[in-house]
């Protein structure tokens, strides 16, 4: 309709038929306004759905997820220093630590990132999303608290 309304608006200018030029303008006018309110509705909409995120949320989550992986990793530190001290060669010790590592109990403590009232908080879909694409890792690590 924009493009329609933009050409009738070209031929009455031409013709300097100023009541045409008057109607089609604002009849552009309207469909142009209307385009740009159902643009900024959808990218609410998008927003809101978790469709599209904004950057800021974006580095946000990506600094959580850091903070949370790296809280994960220290609470491991001690008990895989245990493990090495006691096992003796280095197959002993990659059975050992395989499930700890590959199983993703570094990422066991996300779900405690879900319930935090800090800046650390991340969205529930995050979580999700580490336990759905992480099955064949997590080796029966569960995220997702039943509670949730």
């Known amino acids: 309709m924009r493009d329609f309304y933009f050409g009738k608006l070209s031929s009455a200018a031409r013709r300097n038929d100023q009541n045409q030029i008057k109607y089609w303008n604002e009849l552009l006018l309207k469909t142009e306004e209307s385009m740009r309110r159902t643009e900024a509705h959808q990218k609410k909409f998008d927003l809101e759905n978790g469709e ?3 950057r800021v949320e974006a580095e946000r ?4 997820m850091i903070y949370g992986g790296n809280a994960c990793v220290r609470a491991q530190i001690k008990e895989i220093a245990e493990v090495l001290a006691a096992e003796s060669s280095p197959a002993e010790i990659y059975e050992t630590l395989s499930p700890a590592i590959l199983g993703g109990r570094i990422f066991e403590g996300l779900k ?3 319930k935090s009232d800090s800046q650390v908080r991340l969205p529930m879909w995050v ?8 099955e064949n890792y997590l080796k029966g690590i569960d995220l997702i608290d039943a509670d949730s």
């Open 52 to 54: 599209t995120i904004d």
């Open 61 to 64: 989550i990506i600094r959580a």
């Open 112 to 114: 405690a990132l879900t």
């Open 127 to 134: 979580v999700e999303c580490f336990q759905s694409d992480g």
